[in-house]
């Protein structure tokens, strides 16, 4: 088979920032992520590109700078460019999906479930990430073959389609890697060492693309955009193959609405 993924790691310490690879040392955490959407991303669809979806069951202490820095290097329009990212490009280009207290509350496991989503109030309420956050059930019905809605999230998945059409994706990410600067790293300038990834957790992922999978076009197992939310098919030659992405939540996820809040983890007093 001609399908490949491409291994995205995370290892504890001062790494290299160059992209791609120099003198032998590979390329870690979020800078790997954008390595791999610069060789296998080129040109993604000839379309213009949608939202960045960050799913994830933990959050450390984000700030503006280091979301417009992930935004920038994992964005298909932007991942081939260097310098400093626009201030704010992230509340434009980032969803983070993300349960609500209902949606924990309301489980198949109750608010005890909620012990396996560990974001706390201190890292989930600042103000700057309320407009990017999304329910991981679906509202509106219909979209959610895998029928996960009411279990539990704790995998890790991060995408991102062509603009308005939740049926394609340009790359995709499942791992363990949560969103936080000691998960995929933090490009600081070191006295010594220079410009370095400073990395604190062990983590592996899985990139793949249509690209690597050898195929010309990947997406969602259900979506909305074609065929009343139904997967497409994978009829025709190697290369004019569909790839689905079994996605266990909704591929164009439900903005929060007014009375939505978000799950943290403190609402469950003397378990953690």
Not at 41 to 59: H, L, N, R
Not at 88 to 102: D, E, H, K, N, R
Not at 155 to 180: E, G
Request: one cysteine or more; glycine letters at 10%; aromatic letters at 8%.
């Amino acid at each position: 088979s001609p399908a490949v993924g491409v291994l995205i790691p995370s290892i504890p310490g001062y790494n290299s920032t160059s992209v791609p690879k120099r003198h032998g040392k590979e390329v870690l955490g979020y800078l790997k992520v954008q390595q791999a959407i610069r060789e296998h991303c080129i040109t993604g669809y000839g379309e213009a590109v949608g939202p960045i979806v960050c799913q994830f069951s933990s959050m450390g202490s984000l700030s503006i700078p280091y979301l417009d820095k992930i935004a920038y290097a994992w964005n298909v329009e932007t991942a081939h460019k260097s310098g400093t990212p626009p201030r704010g490009i992230a509340s434009c280009t980032m969803q983070i999906v993300w349960p609500t207290v209902q949606e924990i509350v309301s489980s198949v496991e109750g608010p005890l479930g909620g012990g396996s989503v560990p974001g706390r109030s201190s890292c989930v309420n600042k103000p700057f990430l309320q407009p990017l956050l999304h329910t991981w059930a679906s509202k509106t019905g219909g979209t959610d073959s895998l029928d996960k809605g009411r279990n539990v999230p704790h995998i890790k998945t991060f995408f991102q389609s062509p603009f308005a059409r939740d049926d394609l994706m340009n790359w995709f990410v499942v791992t363990s890697h949560n969103l936080s600067k000691a998960a995929w790293g933090e490009v600081q300038n070191r006295r010594e060492q220079g410009l370095t990834l400073t990395i604190q957790h062990w983590e592996l992922g899985v990139f793949i693309s249509p690209s690597t999978l050898g195929c010309k076009t990947m997406g969602p197992l259900v979506h909305s955009t074609t065929g009343g939310g139904k997967p497409k098919g994978n009829n025709g030659t190697k290369k004019n193959r569909h790839a689905l992405i079994p996605l266990p939540y909704k591929s164009s996820p439900e903005k929060y609405s007014p009375t939505d809040r978000a799950w943290v983890v403190d609402n469950l007093p003397g378990v953690f």
